[in-house]
Nanobody, 119 residues
Framework: QVQLVESGGGLVQAGGSLRLSCAAS????????MGWYRQAPGNQRELVTS???????FYSDSVKGRFTISRDNAKNTVYLQMNSLKPADTDVYYC?????????????WGQGTQVTVSS
């Protein structure tokens, strides 16, 4: 079992920055890829960015060049630095972690943190 707790959301003006954190606890030794998703009401949850245990990253086109994901494996924490924020970035952001190895891997979710960007 893995528990994920996000923090760092809030209200910011367009062009501003926020840093989200996601701290993992429990069976953290088996955490592999971690990532951030976002979801607006009525929409599907979409992948924003992810990072493997070794540090390989993926970014969606909508955030490339503005957001940076990083992780501290010693602290079992993943971060999302969000710069040049736009009103379109307003969403609930969810931390995700894949745990274990095929064929028994599964993923876990945090409770979500609201990010609101005002114009």
């Amino acid at each position: 079992q893995v528990q994920l707790v996000e923090s760092g959301g809030g209200l910011v003006q367009a062009g501003g920055s926020l840093r989200l954190s996601c701290a993992a606890s429990g069976s953290t030794f088996s955490i592999n890829t971690m990532g951030w998703y976002r979801q607006a009401p009525g929409n599907q949850r979409e992948l924003v960015t992810s990072i493997s245990r070794g540090g390989n990253t993926f970014y969606s086109d909508s955030v490339k060049g503005r957001f940076t994901i990083s992780r501290d494996n010693a602290k079992n924490t993943v971060y999302l630095q969000m710069n040049s924020l736009k009103p379109a970035d307003t969403d609930v952001y969810y931390c995700n972690a894949w745990v274990g190895w095929a064929p028994n891997e599964r993923d876990y979710w945090g409770q979500g943190t609201q990010v609101t960007v005002s114009s």
